[in-house]
């Protein structure tokens, strides 16, 4: 379903090499988690996948599309089937939990129609399924700035599946909370892995979490794979 062919990518005209080679492939049913310290490039693998990172050389495969070579218009209709939730999730804090949700059916319609605020009754329908699955139905009507930083991880996560992905990516998505929120939010994500069969792949600096949560382990350092496998295989240090 994803397939990375050799992926490296360097910055500073080649000084830094972010990620080095990297030959990877995640299926259907999978549960990734990618471990590594503060600059082992699990950042910059995520932006491969969904296109929004070139890679320097090699190549990003996904549902048997390469991304080499895409216009951004055919880019934008990967991305779409991909939802991405990260750190800071880019709402808007004045606008209510609906309304950020709902502009996550963005990009598939026309801007002016998003401006006037018209939206289908599909779509209306989509963001409240969302909202049920992250369990914020009844705080639909409430400003994103008046949440708390796991409701707001919530609203992040409704606004990627009202795409209806096939693929979750996160980028350190539990980074800026407390333990037991950031437990809440992978069994979230748990359950909608499950449910819906979307493939996951995240991003995390906790090994616990990963181990308690992921099918797979992916751990990188320097920018290659150190380790790749069942959590219960994980002994080394990562
Ligand atoms: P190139 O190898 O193409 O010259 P650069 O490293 O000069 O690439 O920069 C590529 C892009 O990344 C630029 O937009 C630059 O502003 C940005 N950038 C450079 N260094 C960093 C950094 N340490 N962290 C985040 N962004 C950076
Ligand atoms: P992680 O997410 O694991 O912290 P990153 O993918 O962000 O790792 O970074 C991998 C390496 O690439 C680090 O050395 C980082 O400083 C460097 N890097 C990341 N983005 C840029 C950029 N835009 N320009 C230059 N260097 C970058």
């Not at 999730?89 to 006037?116: C, D, E, H, M, S």
């Amino acid at each position: 379903m994803i397939k990375l062919k050799n992926v490296s990518v360097r910055y500073k005209k080649g000084e830094v090499h972010a990620i080095n080679n990297l030959s990877l492939s995640f299926e259907k049913g999978e549960f990734v988690c990618v471990l590594g310290k503060s600059g082992a490039g699990k950042s910059t693998f995520i932006r491969c996948i969904n296109g929004i990172q070139k890679p320097t050389t090699g190549e990003v495969v996904i549902n048997n599309t390469s991304l080499l070579n895409l216009k951004e218009k055919e880019l934008r209709v990967v991305r779409s089937n991909i939802g991405m939730i990260f750190q800071q999730n880019y709402l808007i804090p004045r606008l209510t939990v609906f309304q950020n949700v709902i502009t996550g059916t963005f990009g598939k319609r026309k801007a002016w129609k998003n401006l006037l605020g018209v939206f289908t009754d599909e779509e209306k329908e989509r963001s409240n399924r969302a909202l049920r699955a992250v369990e914020l139905e009844n705080l639909t009507e409430r400003r994103v700035e008046q949440l708390s930083g796991g409701q707001i991880q919530r609203v992040g996560i409704a606004r990627a599946l009202v795409q209806k992905p096939y693929v979750i990516l996160g980028d350190e998505p539990v980074a800026s909370l407390d333990i037991s929120t950031s437990i809440k939010i992978f069994k979230l994500l748990e359950k909608i892995h499950k449910e819906k069969q979307i493939v996951t792949i995240i991003n995390v600096h906790d090994v616990q979490l990963a181990k308690r949560f992921a099918t797979r382990i992916v751990a990188l350092k320097n920018g290659e794979v150190i380790f790749d496998g069942a959590p219960g295989e994980l002994t080394r240090d990562v």
